[in-house]
């Protein structure tokens, strides 16, 4: 191999290392942000379906996408505006400590959470801690 192409294949192996830890950096450091927890969302209950953290602001929802380095939340939904309509279990099975539930939410549009059983509870929990919220979850 000449000197260019090892130069160009350790170049490009670097390149994938570094953005590798970026990643791993990032995704740590969403995790372990205090009000934080993961969930998938989706315009519809069919999906597409994108994975990620969540977290709550005091004003705002703001959700992340797992698989991106972006500094910023890919969504966000404001709290005084945001409601859940529905919710339901996706496993039946009462027993298992890793229920889903899948929440139909509106903010302006309707769109569609699922999440833990656990973070199901802080959400609703959120919301209605909202100042002047009536009827906001179901």
């Keep these: 191999m000449s000197g260019v192409v090892v130069a160009l294949l350790l170049a490009a192996v670097l390149v994938a290392v570094v953005m590798s830890l970026l990643w791993f950096s990032r995704a740590h450091t969403l995790d372990r942000r205090v009000g934080s927890f993961h969930c998938w969302v989706a315009p519809s209950a069919e999906g597409p379906w ?18 991106s380095l972006a500094p910023r939340p890919r ?11 529905e919710r339901r279990w996706q496993n039946a099975d009462a027993a298992s400590d890793d229920r889903l539930v899948l929440a139909t939410c509106r903010c302006g549009g309707d769109f569609f959470l699922l999440l833990s059983e656990a973070a199901y509870t802080g959400l609703t929990s959120w919301i209605e801690a909202t100042p002047s919220r009536v009827d906001s979850v179901t």
């Design 75 to 85: 969504i966000r939904w404001d709290r005084v505006r945001l409601s859940v309509v």
């Design 50 to 67: 994108k994975s990620g953290v969540a977290q709550y602001g005091s004003a705002t929802l703001y959700f992340w996408s797992r698989w």
